[in-house]
């Protein structure tokens, strides 16, 4: 089991920067591929960026790639989203995810492959 809890969303202006971060409890973090999710009102939820346990490998959706990074610090049961070059259609609720497999999951992995999330964070972008 895991609990996941995010941090650092809020209201930023087009072309700038934000920090998520993903706080874990447990002591199976280290062992738990990892990823971000996205929600925009009306849609579905999204596939953002993936990071496998040892944090070695990394993937992200197309439509941020470049302009988001995914880390995670084990020691510290962290992961973290940095985001920069904003965009207003980067507007939604983030959420953090966990499945139990270190192995790094494909771009666009269903929300279903994971199993433990945490409540979401909002991130809006003005134009």
């Known amino acids: 089991q895991v609990q996941l809890v995010e941090s650092g969303g809020g209201l930023v202006q087009a072309g700038g920067s934000l920090r998520l971060s993903c706080a874990a409890s447990?002591?199976?973090?280290?062992?738990?591929?990892m990823g971000w999710f996205r929600q925009a009102p009306g849609k579905e939820r999204e596939f953002v960026a993936a990071?496998?346990?040892?944090?070695?490998?990394?993937r992200y959706a197309d439509s941020v790639k470049g302009r988001f990074t995914i880390s995670r610090d084990n020691a510290k049961n962290i992961m973290n989203l940095q985001m920069n070059s904003l965009k207003p259609e980067d507007t939604a609720v983030y959420y953090c995810?966990?499945?139990?497999?270190?192995?790094?999951?494909?771009?666009?992995?269903?929300?279903?492959?994971?199993?433990?999330w945490g409540q979401g964070t909002q991130v809006t972008v003005s134009s």
């Open positions: 995810a966990a499945r139990t497999s270190p192995i790094l999951p494909p771009i666009g992995v269903p929300a279903a492959a994971f199993g433990f």
């Open positions: 447990g002591r199976t973090f280290s062992s738990y591929a």
């Open positions: 990071i496998s346990s040892s944090g070695a490998g990394t």
